[in-house]
């Protein structure tokens, strides 16, 4: 059996031959994607996800994908053009376009446009409690009615 036909038998595995390594037990509970679950809930999960991943629907995405890739691959041109070499610490930088392209595939945005609403949003709701607060402190006909006089 090739090293395609075995992926391939791992990957479809619904009858749990396959077993996953034991992980911590904080793990298993913080986390309850695909790749932890085993057996008839993993089978569920996986027939609920995979039309996500259908061909058509993935060649959709390619441009978020490419727009994200080229956005990073413009920054890593920065970072090296500074002095011709740089290290670049990897981790950060794929999490940042795994972010990226999973925003901008599902919300149509990328990550650091999506961010600015998000920090809009909580300024707003900021200065909504502000307004409210001040709107409470204003006499009603209400309170001026029953103001005690002595």
Same mark, same amino acid.
């Given at each position: 059996?090739?090293?395609?036909?075995?992926?391939?038998?791992?990957?479809?595995?619904?009858?749990?031959?396959?077993?996953? @390594?034991?992980?911590? @037990?904080?793990?298993?509970?913080?986390?309850?994607?695909?790749?932890?679950?085993?057996?008839?809930?993993?089978?569920?999960?996986?027939?609920? /996800?995979?039309?996500?991943?259908?061909?058509?629907?993935?060649?959709?995405?390619? @441009?978020?994908?490419?727009?994200?890739?080229?956005?990073?691959?413009?920054?890593?041109? +920065?970072? +090296?053009?500074?002095?011709?070499?740089?290290?670049?610490? /990897?981790? @950060?930088?794929?999490?940042?376009?795994?972010?990226?392209? +999973?925003?901008?595939?599902?919300?149509?945005?990328?990550?650091? =446009?999506?961010?600015? /609403?998000? =920090?809009?949003?909580?300024?707003?709701?900021?200065?909504?409690?502000?307004?409210?607060?001040?709107?409470?402190?204003?006499?009603?006909?209400?309170? +001026?009615?029953?103001?005690?006089?002595?």
């Amino acid at each position: 059996m090739g090293k395609a036909e075995l992926m391939r038998l791992i990957l479809n595995d619904k009858d749990g031959h396959f077993q996953k @390594p034991p992980q911590n @037990p904080l793990v298993d509970l913080l986390t309850l994607g695909v790749s932890t679950l085993e057996g008839e809930k993993w089978a569920k999960r996986r027939r609920l /996800i995979t039309p996500a991943f259908h061909h058509e629907k993935l060649q959709g995405m390619v @441009p978020e994908f490419l727009a994200s890739c080229c956005n990073l691959i413009d920054r890593w041109k +920065i970072l +090296i053009a500074s002095d011709g070499w740089s290290e670049i610490d /990897i981790n @950060p930088e794929l999490q940042s376009l795994s972010t990226d392209v +999973i925003s901008r595939a599902a919300f149509g945005s990328s990550y650091k =446009e999506g961010k600015k /609403i998000f =920090e809009l949003q909580k300024k707003q709701a900021v200065l909504d409690t502000c307004c409210q607060a001040s709107e409470r402190e204003k006499p009603s006909l209400f309170r +001026i009615f029953f103001l005690k006089t002595k």
